[in-house]
């Protein structure tokens, strides 16, 4: 199972870096998961280094798309308690975790972990068809040098409608974000 979020590592200086991410796990995420960043991605290299992170389970899709287009000034992070690291404070829970194995022999690296500490830091209150279809744009957004532009344009329609039905004044503000970086990336 995959289940979507972002992760936060330590950059170079000690400061946050933050990437939405879907790590794959069997049964509960405080058993450990599996990370499966690209080659060259900051993520990688920011794991391959410290060898710790933070994981996040969120509610706020404005979040996700923040994190995607690199706006981190704008999230509020609070030290980590197990590890020197981040914690999204707007995240619903934080799974705090260290590297046991990195395989970079593939396209994608494969990085086991473990986790180490875990926090709930507000109730979840749930995701409507905008939020998914938000996370949905910042996978295409993610993936605009391996989708044709084609794809990535004929994706987006479905994806509007959903957040123009179902979405509040966070998913519109976080879909006008996602899709202003993407339309300057494919341009």
Not at 8 to 24: K, Q, V, W
Not at 29 to 46: A, C, D, H, Y
Not at 70 to 90: D, F, H, K, L, Y
Not at 172 to 184: F, P, Y
């Amino acid at each position: 199972m995959i289940l979507e979020g972002i992760v936060s590592t330590l950059d170079e200086r000690g400061g946050a870096h933050l990437s939405p991410m879907g790590p794959e796990c069997q049964g509960s995420l405080e058993q450990g998961f599996l990370l499966k960043p690209f080659k060259g991605s900051k993520t990688l290299e920011n794991l391959s280094r410290a060898g710790i992170g933070v994981f996040h389970l969120l509610d706020d899709s404005l979040l996700l798309a923040k994190a995607a287009v690199g706006q981190r000034e704008t999230i509020n992070v609070i030290p980590a308690r197990m590890i020197q690291g981040w914690i999204i404070s707007g995240a619903c829970k934080a799974f705090e975790f260290e590297v046991d194995h990195i395989d970079t022999s593939q396209v994608r690296a494969t990085i086991r972990c473990r986790v180490v500490g875990t926090h709930n830091l507000y109730p979840f209150g749930g995701w409507n068809r905008a939020q998914f279809a938000i996370l949905e744009l910042a996978i295409l957004n993610s993936r605009v040098e391996i989708l044709a532009k084609e794809e990535i344009q004929q994706a987006i329609g479905p994806l509007a409608l959903l957040v123009q039905k179902t979405g509040g004044p966070r998913e519109k503000e976080a879909w006008d974000l996602l899709v202003n970086h993407l339309t300057r990336r494919l341009a």
